[in-house]
């Protein structure tokens, strides 16, 4: 299966393509004449380690299509993503005096797309935008919904925009200099879709995770198809998450809580996550809302595609209080997703502070 | 006329009241539980001179109301309108964990509000936010139609959002603190709205700037809602200015370029669009697209005023590097408004660089 996929995110006049094909890089240039009307100016944010690898690919097909380029290159890791790294982007807008109607081309993992993303918004008020995604977590999650952000020292992702991309550029081939730990998280996020809402699919993830590991083509395209597929689905039903697209938080609670109590240093955002849901998995059966089992299944298949599953040790009070937990509320406003079984999310409001207590203590 | 008075602007989902009522900053309050239901927390934005006038009651109308409040206070001044100050705000918000259903409370001009505005729309990808604006400057203009920002060392106003506050409260008595310099520099927008669409309007601000010095509460009153349903309807069909509302930017690609070229000291924001419409006036007539007379019409209105009518003087290339002119680029694409007439504004698309030349040479 290296036919190329297409599919259409529908939000009104913020709708846009998923182009999924092998090969695809090179032809970005084409591709954004066709969606612009006519070459223009455009400015290529990546990454120091994306773009040694890909940039020139992109820059040529978009030359040879007439395009004028100018580059942003930020240094790569989560730790960069900041409003000082968006700052330095915003700069390079303004240096090159890019007019409302010119492009950004996003070249890079989760965190270029999700600051390229946020600086777009941004500059003129919003200037747009398209995701070229070279990680599987960009590929299968992070690109498509138009969730855009950096970070704040107390919390991840804390300040950004709801701003969707133009187009959204997948060449499943980039994945092949991609280093073996974040192929790894990124299958985090391609299980996230199978725990919330198919169970078939999660089965599926995890039977094949030596092909995704070996990346074959078919799998790995299938995979990214219909997690895209997914994604797109819960955007177009809830764009600005007012209810079901928390759905896509499973795991993720927690999963953020563990980023920041160990200083984006110690886990990949995909491996945060996998323990994450390993935890909610077994919430869901302390409160009595999943058949005993459900958390074994997580672990078995977090097991199969090589994620870590055991949870790092700290207090419950250090996990309340990460997670937003505020001494001045009355009981905990926390919304946790959590599973009646694999495959079927739900969001629970009603969590306690003490429910997390007991929880962490299993753990311990 | 001390009535109260109430406009809507209906933006869908979007869509918020305008109500101005003499004495109502002590109604804030109440209006906010209406509003969001249920008193919670919120946070209250101001600067340095507004602060110490109003803070109090506008707290402790929040508190009787059963609101929870928090405070930041930024300096006072175009100046401070930049990613710096805008961080701190988030730095604010993260320390009070706001969340995502607790508003902004912005009690300043249009740099306050313009600052907290795009602090809402980022923090958590946005948070409710009301605006409560103490200058002419800000009731008549900016805190209505969601325009919010920061300014760029190289360019005003680069930075932003278009996010549209959930409620517009103005109380006109809270003018009577104003420094003369900001009432006159507010002016300016009020007789731009009748230079854009209402002959008759521009006449009656001409003629009664008596009063409105004077801070004539009738007609302070009748100014501030005429113009309040100008800027509603240019936003309601044009909320992210595709089109029409760019007409609101008459006397703004000038003013602009003065207030950059001045480095934000010489000259109050609606000083310098006043010099902006007269400008735009002369290259009106320059272009014979205006009667001649009209450039004169403007100035004896902007005098009448005490608004200020003479050009600084800086070269053609200056101007027109500061307006965003780009030698990568043929030709010029600099939009400009300019007139028909007095009451009769439009989008220029066509002015070529020598005509500025010319004109900025006419003022030397």
């Known amino acids: ?12 006049d913020r709708s846009y393509d998923i182009h999924i094909e092998q090969g695809c890089l090179n032809q970005i240039g084409k591709a954004l004449t066709d969606l612009f009307g006519q070459a223009n100016r455009c400015l290529i944010i990546s990454n120091d380690v994306v773009a040694p690898l890909y940039i020139e690919t992109v820059q040529q097909s978009l030359e040879a299509a007439g395009w004028t380029v100018s580059k942003h290159i930020v240094p790569d890791g989560e730790k960069f993503k900041t409003i000082a790294t968006w700052s330095d982007i915003l700069d390079s ?21 999700d600051m390229a993303g946020f ?8 200037i747009p935008f ?3 995604p070279t990680t599987v977590l960009a590929q299968v999650d992070s690109s498509v919904g138009g969730k855009t952000a ?12 709801f701003y969707q991309p133009r187009l959204v550029w ?21 299980i996230k879709y199978g725990a919330i809402w198919d169970a078939e699919f999660f089965a599926y993830v995890r039977e094949h995770s030596k092909q995704l590991h070996e990346l074959d083509i078919e799998v790995i395209s299938r995979v990214i198809i219909e997690s895209c597929r997914y994604k797109a689905e819960i955007v177009m039903k809830d764009e600005t998450e007012q209810g079901a697209r928390a759905l896509l938080n499973l795991g993720h609670t927690f999963g953020h809580a563990i980023e920041s109590m160990t200083h984006y240093t110690e886990y990949l955002h995909g491996e945060a996550v996998a323990i994450g849901m390993r935890m ?23 097991k199969a595609l090589e994620l870590p599953v055991d949870v790092p040790q700290f207090t419950a009070e250090q996990w309340l209080d990460v997670m937003g937990h505020d001494k001045k509320n009355v009981g905990s406003l926390i919304r946790y997703i959590l599973l009646r079984d694999i495959g079927d999310a739900f969001i629970a409001e009603d969590v306690k502070d003490e429910d997390i207590q007991t929880l962490i203590q299993s753990f311990a």
């Open 1 to 12: 299966m290296t036919a190329i996929q297409q599919y259409r995110v529908n939000l009104d």
């Open 93 to 113: 807008l303004m240096d090159n005096k890019l007019a409302r109607n010119e492009p950004i081309v996003a070249l890079g993992g989760g965190v270029v797309g």
């Open 119 to 126: 600086a777009a918004s941004a500059y003129r008020r919003g």
């Open 130 to 132: 398209v995701q070229v």
């Open 150 to 161: 950096v970070s704040h020292p107390h919390g991840k992702n804390m300040i950004g925009a």
């Open 170 to 190: 997948i060449d499943p081939d980039v994945l092949q200099t991609l280093a073996p730990n974040q192929l790894r998280a990124g299958l985090a996020e391609v």
């Open 280 to 302: 909610a998995a077994r919430l869901s059966e302390q409160l009595g809302y999943a058949p005993k089992g459900t958390e074994e299944a997580m672990v078995q298949a977090l």
